[in-house]
């Protein structure tokens, strides 16, 4: 206003100055305050508290599901590595060495999850892992490999195969017997309790072989009629599939029978 009067101007003059200066201050309060290249939405959620918390909520929960499907994908592919079969009684089983373990069962539910953190290195939730085991089992049941499980002994060919524990077996045949490894053709159930057996001991000749299992008959207690129906006996139960004989241990107190069937 001074400016205006000072400069000799009149009562008009000062008038028109002032009806300037209100329309750029109304100009000035109407104008964004924000610069034009940022988006109108943004604009909208940074002044207004309860969109900007809605939008951090969405922008979580899509992390979240982004997160869940890489880690649901990464235990699909690790899980994909299991090697799986069908026994003959139905049961899904992790083939891993020459053990067949039910894959719902506390070990096979551990080697899955190994098998995850090793693919990704985090451990997979009791619920990502219980999706995929019940997966993975449909599968093996439509179609899934099928393979017979055997406890310690199985046929090979017209012989057998001992399972020896670890990764060691004895091949059983006509022509004697052989100790190796596995060769993951044939696999065994190994329950708790379930121990590895020593390797058998060559003798010079079939009747030296005798001479030492009626010895220990003889410590068993083991009448000498009966040594022999015993030692048929015990060798049939090294066939798999055959009618077996029940061995029936017959005495009085103290003569010898727990220590014998031990």
């Given at each position: 206003v001074d400016q205006a009067w000072s400069g000799g101007g009149s009562?008009?003059?000062?008038?028109?100055?002032?009806?300037k200066a209100s329309a750029s201050k109304s100009a000035k309060e109407e104008a964004p305050t924000t610069?034009?290249?940022?988006?109108?939405?943004?604009?909208?959620?940074?002044?207004?508290?309860?969109?900007l918390r809605d939008q951090i909520g969405v922008a979580m929960k899509q992390g979240q599901q982004q997160a869940q499907a890489t880690n649901q994908q990464a235990v699909?592919?690790?899980?994909?590595?299991?090697?799986?079969?069908?026994?003959?009684?139905?049961?899904?089983?992790?083939?891993?060495?020459?053990?067949?373990?039910?894959v719902e069962s506390t070990r096979g539910r551990d080697l899955i999850r190994l098998e995850v953190y090793r693919a990704t290195g985090k451990a997979?939730?009791?619920?990502?892992l219980n999706r995929e085991i019940g997966v993975v089992r449909a599968k093996a049941q439509v179609s899934g490999?099928?393979?017979?499980?055997?406890?310690?002994?199985?046929?090979?060919?017209?012989?057998?195969?001992?399972?020896?524990?670890?990764?060691?077996?004895i091949r059983v045949?006509?022509?004697?017997?052989?100790?190796?490894?596995?060769?993951?053709?044939?696999?065994?159930?190994?329950?708790?309790?379930?121990?590895?057996?020593?390797?058998?001991?060559k003798q010079g000749s079939p009747k030296d072989a005798l001479r030492v299992l009626d010895a220990i008959f003889e410590k068993m207690g083991v009448p000498a009629i009966r040594r022999w129906m015993l030692a048929v006996a015990l060798v049939n139960a090294l066939r798999p599939g055959v009618?077996?004989?029940?061995?029936?241990?017959v005495g009085g107190a103290g003569s010898g029978k727990t220590t014998t069937a031990g």
């Open positions: 009562m008009n003059s000062v008038k028109n100055f002032l009806a610069p034009k290249e940022v988006p109108a939405k943004i604009v909208s959620i940074a002044t207004d508290p309860v969109a699909q592919q690790a899980v994909a590595g299991v090697r799986l079969l069908v026994d003959q009684f139905g049961v899904t089983r992790i083939a891993t060495g020459a053990e067949a373990i039910p997979a939730g009791d619920d990502t490999e099928r393979t017979p499980v055997f406890k310690r002994i199985a046929p090979m060919g017209a012989g057998v195969v001992i399972d020896a524990g670890g990764d060691r077996c045949s006509s022509e004697g017997w052989v100790e190796g490894s596995h060769d993951g053709g044939t696999f065994f159930v190994r329950g708790p309790g379930y121990g590895e057996i020593p390797s058998p001991v009618p077996y004989v029940v061995i029936l241990l």
